[in-house]
């Protein structure tokens, strides 16, 4: 089995310069708790969840027309989405 087979939904994604606010929009309509923040050309730059728009924008003060990336976290750890679900497993015991 491959590691995509096993996602439950397609990622949901923003660009770095979508503000907070329409971040949370899209989490709200879209009904999940995280979004991969991408560059136009689809290369994943971030993450962005929905605690870190409660926390990291609060305790920064962010305004609510703040952009995403000023929030969102960058040590992303990925894998190729063929990646044989025994390969996902691995990644996420090394990377916990």
């Not at 995509?4 to 907070?20: C, F, L, M, Y």
């Not at 050309?41 to 000023?70: C, E, H, K, W, Y």
């Not at 960058?74 to 691995?90: G, H």
Request: aromatic fraction near 2%.
């Amino acid at each position: 089995m491959h590691a995509v087979e096993a996602a439950r939904k397609s990622p949901v994604t923003v660009t770095p310069d979508q503000t907070i606010t329409e971040a949370a929009d899209l989490m709200d309509r879209t009904a999940v708790g995280a979004l991969v923040v991408t560059e136009p050309d689809g290369r994943p730059v971030g993450i962005v969840t929905d605690r870190d728009l409660v926390v990291r924008a609060i305790a920064r003060r962010a305004g609510a027309d703040a952009r995403i990336d000023s929030v969102m976290s960058t040590d992303l750890v990925t894998l190729a989405p063929d990646a044989d679900l025994r390969d996902a497993l691995k990644v996420f015991e090394e990377h916990p």
